[in-house]
């Protein structure tokens, strides 16, 4: 008898696994339908021994002290800034933009004071912002926009941003420094072996069990349970009843070159080029030395593995008629990107995660 089937050996099902098991003494049936643990944050040495993520780059990143030291239990951590250069109008230039990115687009040699003057000339006064468009337009206007965000968004979700909500390109912020930084969080780490030796290290627990290469339906019945946690799509979980929920997916293509560098900055996104919307060699993430490198590619896509929930209203209302039914059903807890279909970081999911736990052991008290 488990105490808990828990569906999904990402960040979701791994952090409540380990918590259940370790600090409240119950018993885990843990399932993944993929051949490894980790969710998309799994990493692997790919065939020349270079450390890749194979669903794409992930860099952490949090302001959250709780997270950050609940995850240093598994992990000591390389110190890690992560940097972008995007691919405009022939050059390489930062993004976020910055006050580089815009001297360098016009051959111009503005202050920081003179780069906000240009940005209010150039802004569009928005009443209200809604869209992921609005976002941008109203920070550094339309030429701009045009240039970074307008079609890597079309590429990435097969949307225009008007469509999308403002949450999306909010995600990127503006400056008007020289910070290139991508992100600016108090904590910016990689996991130093890696994010698959993090995951072993958090599901190494006597009262563990871990199933790959199954899908929870396959087993449900012939397994006794008392409770479920489940972090894959929610509207397959429910038989997709009211119809389905977009999820966007992509395409990866690894490859492997034959030089210990390929280009100049982690990650280079190509907003109005090609098919595929950016370019990481992983080597930088992770610093490791090798005479090869590898990289990837990512080509959005409309079919395939979810990996993104798309924010926009119709989709929220969608997730709101799935969530009642998930809230009608008390012996499962929905955690994750995808069962609560929010565009989360892997922080926000680990957050996620502890604070379901937390309830979880509210109720057993409750109960008592
Ligand atoms: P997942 O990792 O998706 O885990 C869910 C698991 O459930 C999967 O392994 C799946 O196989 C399993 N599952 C689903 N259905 C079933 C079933 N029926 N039976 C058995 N198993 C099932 N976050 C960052 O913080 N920084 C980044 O740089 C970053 N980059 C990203 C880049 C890409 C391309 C993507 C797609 C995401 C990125 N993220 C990043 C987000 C990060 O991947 C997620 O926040 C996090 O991995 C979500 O964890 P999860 O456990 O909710 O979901
Ligand atoms: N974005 C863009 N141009 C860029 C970088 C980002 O238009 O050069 C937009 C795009 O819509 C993207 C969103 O901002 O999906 C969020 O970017 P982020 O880098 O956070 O995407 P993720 O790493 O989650 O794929």
């Known amino acids: 008898m488990f105490d808990y089937l828990i569906v999904g050996a990402g960040f979701a099902g791994s952090v409540l696994a380990e918590r259940l098991a370790s600090q409240s003494g119950k018993k885990v049936l843990i399932v993944d339908k993929r051949p490894h643990i980790g969710g998309n944050a799994y990493d692997h040495y790919d065939d020349s021994g270079i450390l890749v993520h194979r669903y794409g780059p992930h860099i952490f990143h949090t302001n959250s002290r709780e997270v950050f030291e609940y995850l240093s239990f598994f992990t000591e951590w390389r110190p890690y800034e992560h940097r972008v250069l995007a691919s405009v109008d022939g050059q390489l230039v930062p993004i976020p933009i910055n006050l580089d990115t ?13 780069l906000e003057e240009f940005f209010a000339s150039v802004a569009e006064q928005k009443d209200y912002i809604r869209t992921s468009e609005d976002v941008v337009v109203s920070k550094v206007g339309r030429e701009l926009y ?31 420094n020289r910070d290139d930084r991508y992100f600016t969080d108090t904590y910016q780490a990689m996991p ?7 995951f072993e290290k958090m599901l190494s627990h ?12 396959e087993i449900q019945e012939a397994i006794a349970y008392r409770e479920m946690i489940y972090t894959g799509p929610i509207d397959e979980f429910f038989d997709y009843c009211y119809g389905k929920l977009p999820y966007r997916s992509l395409e990866f293509k690894h490859e492997t070159l034959n030089k210990p560098v390929h ?6 996104n190509y907003p109005n080029e090609h098919p ?12 490791q030395e090798h005479l090869k490198t590898s990289i990837v590619y990512e080509y959005p896509q409309a079919e395939g593995d979810p990996y993104y929930p798309i924010p926009r209203p119709e989709n929220a209302e969608l997730y709101k008629q799935y969530k009642a039914l998930a809230d009608a059903t008390p012996s499962v807890s929905f955690v994750g990107r995808l069962a609560t279909y929010k565009y989360y970081n892997m922080d926000q999911v680990v957050a ?3 604070a379901i736990y937390s309830q979880l052991v509210q109720r057993v008290l409750i109960k008592i």
Not at 102 to 111: A, D, P, S, W
Not at 149 to 176: C, H, I, M
Not at 192 to 198: A, D, E, N, S, V
């Open 276 to 287: 595929y919307t950016r370019v990481t060699e992983f080597k930088y993430l992770t610093g």
């Open 352 to 354: 996620q995660a502890l």
């Open 102 to 114: 815009v001297n360098r687009l016009y051959g111009l040699n503005l202050t920081a004071f003179q």
């Open 263 to 268: 280009q100049p900055a982690p990650v280079i």
């Open 146 to 176: 045009e240039k970074f965000f307008r079609g890597y968004t079309r590429k990435q979700w097969g949307l225009d941003p008007s469509e999308l909500d403002r949450s999306v390109t909010a995600r990127v912020p503006t400056r008007t």
């Open 192 to 198: 130093l072996h890696g994010y698959t030796r993090m």
């Open 206 to 217: 006597p009262n563990i069990k871990i199933m790959l290469n199954t899908d929870y339906r």
